[in-house]
């Protein structure tokens, strides 16, 4: 500790420079950049080396006045071939021509760090292997819920555990959307056009409001937590536009609330033979589970494992500074390496386990019916749900004047069951309508 206790500029660290090549300038670049330079010394005394900046590319040369011109280059794919770049960081997006730049980057042996959850869920065993033959090291933590701390924890930390469960809020554009119809009664399009004013939704909403970003999160933790290669193909996938003011009101009158969930499980089959369901869906949670209380932009993980238990991850899940601290985390992880002589871990597919549909997941329905009001209603609708070998948990039936609202809360099932089981009550002459189906999650029945 200093003599006065104030924070200390560390002294200047000699020795080899790790040369570091970034891709991509926009939200986040700028805060690598920032954070890069504004903290140069500190960098140096952890790595153990310097960290210099060789070089920036971007699309508009001429939009980024405060980087030093020297730095610029519109080719990416030049600035990777260098010889004088070590490390790659791309904060780019996309899938082409992002994966040609990091497959040549690491085909020549610089380690990359990436924040492109896009191009992981796609590409992640060809990027891999390129890292695995020329041993060079590749890091994503920026991919996956922004800030937080949650890859390097599934990678390293347990590491020695089974995990069995990854089931999180890893989209902040849903869930403040979510948020925002829970609390103002607002219907989705509202909803939506509120977190687009705020800056909390893109000018095209559908990678956020269809799912795919959080499906493609999801195909990366659930290769992490189960050592397995999933892909964006084996996440089943339902975005958030249909929640309907009704089913937010169903949610509450249960005491429940309505989260877009990804949900990677490791499933054991009744011969012992296990497999990976991973799925992305609107759902309904008590307000009792921890996820519950996640509002607005923040994103939240739980995760569920053997010997560790259950462990929570939460903080900013994107935004320029928040991404960029986990992008200069991992830089500092792979100088480090490159200083050492070391690498970080490669990746863990061994246990190459199947990848389950979901019409074999099994999960819990909340369902709520408009019906006639008369007697041999419920019977009828217990009978369907039988029929279909689907055990109900709970009933609710209120009568109004000639019609009835019935709500039927099931116990776990297949998938494909309870979507046959709500095929066949939609068409019963007594329902009228099927005002709400949504999945439930968070209670073990
Ligand atoms: N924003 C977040 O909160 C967040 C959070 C987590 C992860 N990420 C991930 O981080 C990555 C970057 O996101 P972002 O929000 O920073 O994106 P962004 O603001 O759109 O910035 C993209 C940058 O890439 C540059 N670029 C685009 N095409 C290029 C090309 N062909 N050659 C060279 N440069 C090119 C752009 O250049 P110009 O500036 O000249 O147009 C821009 O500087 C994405 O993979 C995203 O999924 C973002």
Redesign the pocket.
């Known amino acids: 500790m200093t003599a006065s206790g104030t924070g200390a500029t560390a002294a200047p660290v000699a020795g080899t420079p790790v040369r570091v090549a970034l ?8 805060e690598v950049v920032r954070l890069l330079t504004g903290q140069a010394a500190d960098l140096a005394a952890r790595v153990g080396a310097p960290v210099e900046l060789v070089g920036v ?5 001429d ?2 006045r405060d980087v030093p011109a020297g730095l610029l280059t ?1 080719d ?1 794919l030049g600035l990777v071939s260098r010889d004088d770049v070590d490390v790659v960081v ?5 899938i082409e ?1 992002t994966r040609q730049w990091l497959l040549a980057a690491l085909r020549a042996g610089k380690s990359v760090v ?6 992981l869920a796609e590409a992640q065993g060809e990027l891999f292997a390129a890292a695995d033959a020329s041993g060079a090291d590749l890091y994503f933590e ?2 996956v819920a ?1 800030a937080i701390p949650l890859l390097r924890p599934l990678r390293e930390s347990l590491a020695g555990d089974r995990i069995t469960r990854v089931m999180g809020i890893v989209n902040g554009t849903t869930n403040f959307i979510l948020s925002a119809m829970e609390e103002t009664g607002a219907g989705y399009q509202e909803a939506l056009s509120e977190a687009a004013r705020l800056g909390y939704a893109e000018a095209d909403p559908t990678a956020d409001v269809d799912g795919y ?1 959080a499906a493609a999160k999801a195909a990366i933790l659930a290769s992490l937590a189960f050592h397995t290669r999933v892909t964006m193909g084996d996440v089943h996938r339902e975005g958030i536009s249909a929640v309907t003011p009704a089913d937010v009101l169903a949610a509450r009158a249960l005491d429940r609330t309505i989260k877009l969930l990804a949900i990677c499980e490791r499933v054991v089959g009744e011969d012992g033979t296990e497999s990976v369901s991973a799925r992305v869906h609107p759902a309904m949670i008590p307000r009792s589970h921890p996820l519950a209380g996640v509002g607005g932009a923040f994103n939240a993980v739980f995760v569920e494992a053997e010997a560790a238990g259950q462990l929570m991850f939460y903080g900013q ?4 500074a ?2 960029a601290s986990a992008v200069l985390g991992d830089l500092v992880a792979v100088a480090r390496n490159r200083v050492a002589g070391g690498r970080g871990p490669r990746e863990s597919a061994y246990a190459d386990l199947a990848a389950r549909p979901i019409a074999q997941a099994s999960t819990r329905y909340h369902i709520s019916l408009d019906v006639a009001d008369r007697a041999g209603v419920l019977a009828a609708v217990a009978a369907v749900f039988a029929q279909h070998d689907v055990s109900i948990a709970a009933v609710r039936q209120e009568g109004r004047t000639q019609d009835a609202s019935l709500v039927v809360v099931t116990h776990r099932a297949p998938d494909a069951a309870l979507r046959s089981t709500v095929d066949k009550i939609a068409g019963l002459p007594f329902v009228n309508a099927v005002v709400s189906v949504m999945r439930v999650e968070g209670e073990d029945q």
Not at 90 to 94: A, N, R, S, T
Request: one cysteine or more; aromatic letters at 0%; glycine letters at 24%.
């Open positions: 891709l991509g300038c926009g939200t986040v670049g700028t590319a971007v699309r508009r040369a939009r980024h519109t990416a791309e904060v780019v997006g996309g021509p990436t924040a492109n959850k896009a191009l920026a991919a922004g970003d899940g994107a935004g320029g928040p991404t």
